[in-house]
């Protein structure tokens, strides 16, 4: 792709999250006082995902699907106040500027995309749920919510270079998120100190676009997470920040199941503000419904709650694969196997 495509398909695809991000707001979140106008990005991002993985139930995530929710969404962007669309496009333009610079200064090409991404995005562009599909590759027991996010953004309009888009859409957007929040006048001292690190830590450690996978966005979104937690903590919004937390929460868990400690966080919230907060709000039982759908795409795929944990297995079912195998695999290359000196040592060793 030319520079100019590049910097075209992640304007178009920001505000393509932004459209529904805004949308979804106003009908499932609705969440008041949300002067942010990042934020509708976030909700977009969560919203597109939920509703891939819902669709691949029932059908591919295929180019007339796709674009039909692309066009739905930048079709009701003209529906909105001027002013608030004007902050969109604005916003829009920085996240562009931002991604093209991080994509065109990646020189190097070391993805693990190769092994099971680009994949399990192939393959639910090309078909509904495929009872069993990880008997053929054990990798895509493992797959996350972000390959439905990039799965759902091939259409007409990227064509197949739209798989690409999401993952620096989410660190750019993330990036401006903090930026704005060290110079925003309403934050507390400790807020911004804290939204400094954040920024400078994600520009310095994890700048490589080749290398983003399912982990980068796991913890930027785990750093958006802290900073609504300590936000908030004695606002008088409790219930809207009780449903970010929990919508950040679930998010993460469907990204990197590691993360399911995160839940604590939302638990310890409720626990401090169980008098103001609506558990049974839209939201939350959206959340809970998800959460549910990916446990059982899980063990159609897999035969597995979370593989590879062996005790989440149902070794009854004929598609159920062992995990034992992929969990030794992770756990070797997690402790640097690719990169030991004797090549002789397996994965246990």
Sequence with gaps: MSFFLVFLFCFVTSIYFFGIG???????????????????????????????LFANFFIS??????SIIILTSIFY?????????????????????????TIVLDNTNRPDSGLYHLPYTSLINENKL????????????????????????????????GILIPLVIIYSTVIIFFFLKIFDSSET????????????????????YSGFGNDAPANLFYFVLTYYFLKYKSDILVN?????????????????????LLFIIPLIFFINNYRDVRIFSLSNIICFAVTILWLIKNVLIT???????????????????????MSLESEAWAKGWPDRYDKSLNYEE
């Design 77 to 101: 962007l003209f529906f909105l106040e001027k002013k608030l669309l004007t902050k969109i496009l604005k916003y829009s333009i920085v996240i562009s500027i931002i991604s093209l610079l």
């Design 130 to 161: 495929v009872v069993g599909v990880a008997n053929l590759n054990e990798r895509f027991g493992i797959a996350s919510i972000l390959q439905y996010l990039s799965a759902i953004n091939y259409n007409f309009i990227f064509s197949e270079n």
């Design 303 to 325: 035969g597995c709650f979370l593989y590879p944990i062996n005790l989440t297995c149902l070794q009854i079912l004929d598609w159920s694969i062992n995990p034992n195998l």
């Design 189 to 208: 001292n400790i807020i911004k100190i804290l939204s400094f690190l954040f920024f400078v830590f994600i520009l310095t450690n994890m700048n490589r």
């Design 240 to 260: 809207n920040q009780f449903k970010i937390l929990v919508l950040i929460t679930v998010y993460i868990f469907l990204i990197k199941p590691f993360f399911a």
């Design 22 to 52: 805004y949308l979804s707001n106003r009908f499932i979140y609705k969440l008041t006082n949300t002067d942010n106008v990042i934020q509708f990005s976030f909700f977009g991002i969560f919203s597109l995902s939920f509703l891939a």
């Design 61 to 66: 995530l295929n180019l007339y699907f796709n």
